[in-house]
């Protein structure tokens, strides 16, 4: 993962990015109902994980989004051409292990399901919270298959952590007979507004529609 160094002094958002710097709890999120008829339809009819699809789509939507793709670094900001993901894997013991995916968006679902069934056994396998690289241009993702909820908090690691958090619950259907899932977007204030959280669910709408 390649970034860019972004001369913030000379950006509109320059005071903004310095407010939120010396918040406490400088995060946003959102939680929002997305319809994810056609991707479980796919996933039956595949025989893909949903798991592992629904993190496609958000890497995908999240990556369309600039200012995701954002971080803080040091006192100033950086911008990577992409970023991975890093998602939750249940393990039989009832813990979790972590498992890091990349996402090009050139390669076909068919070809990406393949890759990302490998990845999840061999971490598994590994059973590892440890990461094996510099996480800073990731996109952390987790899932609350369980429930579907209306909110959900999500931990950091202190105001200066600026990795966007990308989470969803159960999906259930509506009067309309559509599935409709939480899907939660937590991002750092200094970075992102609330403009660009509503260009991921967007994107998300599209890439969803798209599969």
């Known amino acids: 993962m390649t970034y860019r160094e972004i001369d913030i002094s000379n950006s509109p958002r320059k005071a903004h ?5 010396r918040q ?3 995060h946003v999120g959102v939680t929002v109902d997305v319809d ?3 991707l479980a339809a796919a ?6 994980s949903f798991y592992l699809a629904m993190i496609r789509v958000a890497a995908l939507a999240a990556n369309a989004v600039p200012e995701l793709r954002r971080r803080i670094h040091g006192a100033g900001m950086v911008e990577y051409d992409a970023c991975g993901t890093s998602h939750v894997e249940l393990l039989e013991d009832g813990t979790y292990c972590y498992c890091t ?5 050139a390669m076909s679902m068919a070809d990406y399901m393949a890759y990302a069934a490998a990845e999840r ?3 598994r396998e590994r059973a590892s919270i440890e990461e094996d690289e510099d996480v800073e241009g990731l996109l952390f993702i987790t899932s609350l298959p369980w ?4 909110a959900f908090v999500q931990p950091t690691a202190g105001p200066e952590d600026s990795n966007p958090r990308i989470s969803w619950g159960r999906f259930s259907p509506d009067s309309c007979g559509r599935l409709m899932m939480p899907l939660t977007l937590l991002c750092h204030h200094s970075l992102v507004d609330g403009l660009q959280i509503a260009q991921f669910y967007r994107e998300v709408d599209a890439c969803l529609q798209r599969i």
Not at 17 to 21: G, P, V
Request: hydrophobic share 25%.
């Open 17 to 21: 990015f310095d407010h939120f710097l």
């Open 24 to 26: 406490s709890n400088p």
């Open 36 to 38: 994810v008829s056609q």
């Open 43 to 48: 996933c039956r009819e595949n025989g893909w």
């Open 101 to 105: 995916l990349y996402h090009d968006p």
């Open 121 to 123: 056994q061999r971490r």
């Open 147 to 150: 429930l579907h909820y209306s």
